[in-house]
């Protein structure tokens, strides 16, 4: 099972028992605000959501008190890293609400660039919610990383 380290995280595979840290998350409204379903009202439903996070998407979402340290960018930056360097895609692909500002302005820093929008994609508690979309693919990530250094 993969496991990735970096300076301040270690990014491994979910398990049962982080439920309850995955609850005080998910139902937290403001770490919730932009996310693909309304705020989690039970641990239940928690519960099904960890057990259905078996396909290979990535997804980030941190409780509010750990925004700002820039934690997302060195975990996205690292899953990204692993999913080109063990060759699983040539391309990563993001859809993000238009009025997310955290998440457009991580996946910028990280290379992502726009590819187009579309209107009332998600309707979520009966509020419809538009996307934008973005993509990096593996030979602009790598090409980054050979200016960097
Ligand atoms: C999106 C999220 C994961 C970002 O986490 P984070 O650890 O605070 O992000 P980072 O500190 O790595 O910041 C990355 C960049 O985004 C910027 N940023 C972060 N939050 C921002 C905000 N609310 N408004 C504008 N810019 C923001 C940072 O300044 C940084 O840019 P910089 O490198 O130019 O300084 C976090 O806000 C979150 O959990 N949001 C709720 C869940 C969510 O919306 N997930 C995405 C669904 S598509």
Same mark, same amino acid.
């Given at each position: 099972m993969t496991v990735? !380290?970096?300076e301040r995280l270690v990014l #491994?595979?979910?398990r049962l028992d982080d439920v309850a840290a995955f609850h005080a998350i998910l139902s937290n409204p403001v770490a919730m605000r932009w996310w693909s379903s309304l705020p989690h009202a039970s641990v239940e439903e928690t519960r099904t959501w960890v057990e259905g996070m078996m396909t290979p998407d990535v997804g980030y979402i941190l409780h509010p +008190?750990?925004?700002g340290q820039g934690l997302a960018r060195e975990a996205v930056g690292a899953a /990204? +890293? !692993?999913v080109f360097a063990? #060759?699983?895609t040539d391309i990563a692909t993001a859809d993000v609400d238009p009025e997310?500002?955290?998440s /457009? #302005? *991580?996946l910028e820093r990280l290379g992502f660039t726009r590819t187009g929008s579309a209107e009332r994609t998600w309707n979520i508690g009966g509020e419809w919610k538009d996307s *934008?979309?973005?993509a990096l693919t593996r030979d602009a990530w790598q090409a980054r990383l050979r200016t960097a250094s």
């Open positions: 990735i !380290h970096t #491994r595979h979910a +008190d750990a925004w /990204i +890293d !692993h063990e #060759r699983m997310n500002p955290g /457009i #302005r *991580l *934008l979309y973005f």
